[in-house]
């Protein structure tokens, strides 16, 4: 079945700074990788996707970057501030029915 | 267009209680997945319904535990005779229909504490 791994668990970083976070995913089949931000007592919400026909894609501050060879992708966030520290959660989907396997979790935290 | 709705938000029982989770998709949407989040953890995958139909319930402990999404209503988690392990936030995603690799909406989730 599918297996998702992210890096790193927890991530500090300095307002302004850049944040990267990786993911690695074990099914080749799979096409689609979303990333979901969690805030404190809030559900996950998704902040942006890739399909596997692209390699990167970019939403103003966030991007995504997809390698299908070997597969793992990354979100990357720029110029950080500090309402984007939450926790940060990829995903892949399983097998061929589509529920999403997510990795663990990476907890942010922008300083100011 | 309302996002998932999940209610109650908050839900303390006594062991032994039964605890109902409902949970209402997007508008258009007709897939509907559970997610159970321990603190400080990841999301764990219980269930995936479709209109009438369970499509895997692989995450889902074989006891106590019960899913349906009717053709009419929200999406039902139920959980038998509580026990203090089954605390955690329950979380309901719903996604339109269509091949895998469609988007899915979360909830804000269920707070189930048992006493």
């Known amino acids: 079945g599918e297996n998702v791994e992210q890096h790193p668990s927890t991530l500090s970083v300095q307002e302004g700074d850049s944040a990267v976070i990786k993911c690695t995913y074990s099914?080749?089949?799979?096409?689609?990788f979303p990333w979901y931000k969690q805030e404190l007592g809030k559900g996950p919400q998704l902040i942006i996707d890739?399909?596997?026909?692209?390699g990167e894609k970019k939403d103003q501050r966030i991007a995504v970057t997809l390698n299908k060879t070997a597969k793992h992708f990354s979100l990357h966030i720029t110029e950080t501030q500090p309402e984007d520290s939450a926790v940060y959660f990829c995903a892949a989907p399983r097998g061929s029915q589509g529920n999403l396997i997510f990795g663990k979790g990476t907890k942010l935290s922008v300083k100011p | 267009n309302a996002g998932v709705m999940q209610n109650p938000r908050h839900l303390v029982r006594r062991r032994g209680q039964e605890a109902r989770l409902r949970c209402s998709p997007m508008k258009g949407h007709s897939h509907v997945y559970w997610y159970r989040q321990l603190p400080e953890e990841g999301l764990k995958f219980m269930v995936y319904?479709?209109?009438?139909?369970?499509?895997?319930e692989s995450g889902m402990p074989k006891e106590r535990f019960s899913a349906e999404f009717p053709k009419e209503g929200p999406s039902i988690l139920r959980i038998q005779q509580v026990v203090r392990g089954d605390s955690a936030a329950y979380f309901c995603a719903s996604s339109p229909p269509g091949q895998r690799g469609t988007e899915a909406f979360f909830g804000q989730g269920t707070r189930l504490t048992v006493v």
């Open positions: 099914d080749s089949a799979s096409n689609y």
């Open positions: 319904l479709q209109k009438e139909n369970i499509i895997d």
């Open positions: 890739i399909r596997s026909n692209v």
